[in-house]
Nanobody, 121 residues
Framework: QVQLVESGGGLVQAGGSLRLSCAAS????????MGWFRQAPGKEREFVAA????????YYGDSVKGRFTISRDNAKNTVYLQMNSLKPEDTAVYYC??????????????WGKGTLVTVSS
């Protein structure tokens, strides 16, 4: 089992940047695929990005390609989401998640509680 704690959310103007972090507990972090998802008010949860256990493969949702970058530091048990060129439609609660492997539907097994990102116009 792994516990996930997100941080780094906040209020930013459109065009700005934020970096989210997700700290994971446990000694097997490097065996987990990690992902970021988001949910805006009144909308369904949306896949944002995922990264393979050793970081060699990354995947992105269409709405964030070219603007967001997922990365991980297995020595620090942390996964990051660098968000650039933010838009008001990026406003959402962002969730960190973990799974034993990258799945076709990006299904995850463990979830953090989320961090709020608000982008003002």
């Amino acid at each position: 089992q792994v516990q996930l704690v997100e941080s780094g959310g906040g209020l930013v103007q459109a065009g700005g940047s934020l970096r989210l972090s997700c700290a994971a507990s446990g000694r097997t972090f490097s065996s987990y695929a990690m992902g970021w998802f988001r949910q805006a008010p009144g909308k369904e949860r949306e896949f944002v990005a995922a990264i393979s256990p050793r970081g060699g493969r990354t995947y992105y949702g269409d709405s964030v390609k070219g603007r967001f970058t997922i990365s991980r530091d297995n020595a620090k048990n942390t996964v990051y989401l660098q968000m650039n060129s933010l838009k008001p439609e990026d406003t959402a609660v962002y969730y960190c998640a973990a799974a034993d492997k990258i799945r076709a539907d990006y299904g995850m097994d463990y979830w953090g509680k989320g961090t709020l990102v608000t982008v003002s116009s």
